[in-house]
């Protein structure tokens, strides 16, 4: 079964500065999709990037760039010049391509990281 | 363009209750999928729903259960509510059923059973 591990519950930040959230994950698929995901307070889920496994470089959506690896299978985001609106629980989260059986559109997650942004 | 909504935003049940749960993907969408999020904890699967049939189905009991309407829109039932059902419950739609198609989540229902 496959499987999402974020090991950082929480993470803070100073306002402008760096910090990356890691995220690994296990799966015997060669394929498959992977996404950081921001939940705010006020609980809408927003795709912050996404990952195809099949490309070697690595996503970058403005201030947001993820850290692919494949092979020790992590995905990491880092969030430069971080803004108090950066303040939310991310998630981690991982679909195979070729989904079977029942696990059509099933998304895996992680347990999550809260992300405090200082000013 | 509207995003995925959801009704009601929040819900207080009793246990043994029956609950209705309601999401409207965004325009143009036409798979549904479901997840339950515990306090503290990542979403969960429940279901992925792709022109009016079931695609996917999560590790969850029988007491659960959806459909979807022509329109795309989509409702998620619960039966015999427990204390353990009490949770935020996230809708997302997608254009398709593929795992290529992102998901994009709606606010969620937050269901309270006392």
């Known amino acids: 079964a496959q499987t999402v591990t974020q090991s950082q519950p929480e993470m803070s930040v100073q306002e402008a500065e760096t910090v990356t959230l890691s995220c690994t994950y296990d799966t015997s698929e060669s394929d498959y999709y992977l996404f950081w995901y921001k939940q705010p307070p006020s609980r809408q889920m927003i795709l912050v990037i996404r990952q195809e496994a099949y490309k070697q470089q690595n996503a970058t959506e403005n201030r947001f760039s993820v850290n692919f690896q494949k092979a020790a299978k992590s995905f990491s985001l880092k969030i430069s010049d971080s803004q108090l609106g950066d303040a939310a629980m991310y998630f981690c989260?991982?679909?195979?391509?070729?989904?079977?059986?029942?696990?059509?559109?099933?998304?895996?997650f992680g347990q999550g990281t809260i992300l405090t942004v200082h000013p | 363009d509207a995003g995925v909504t959801q009704s009601p935003t929040h819900l207080i049940k009793t246990r043994g209750q029956q609950v209705t749960l309601r999401c409207s993907p965004i325009s143009g969408h036409k798979s549904v999928s479901w997840y339950q999020q515990v306090l503290g904890q990542g979403p969960q699967f429940i279901f992925q729903?792709?022109?009016?049939?079931?695609?996917g189905r999560g590790n969850f009991p029988d007491r659960f259960s959806a459909r979807q309407f022509p329109n795309y829109s989509s409702e998620l039932n619960v039966n015999a509510l427990l204390l353990g059902d009490s949770a935020l419950y996230l809708c997302a739609s997608s254009l398709g059923a593929t795992s290529t198609d992102t998901q994009y989540f709606g606010p969620g229902t937050r269901l309270t059973v006392l």
């Open positions: 989260a991982y679909i195979p391509a070729y989904a079977g059986g029942t696990s059509y559109g099933k998304l895996t």
């Open positions: 729903y792709y022109e009016k049939e079931e695609r």
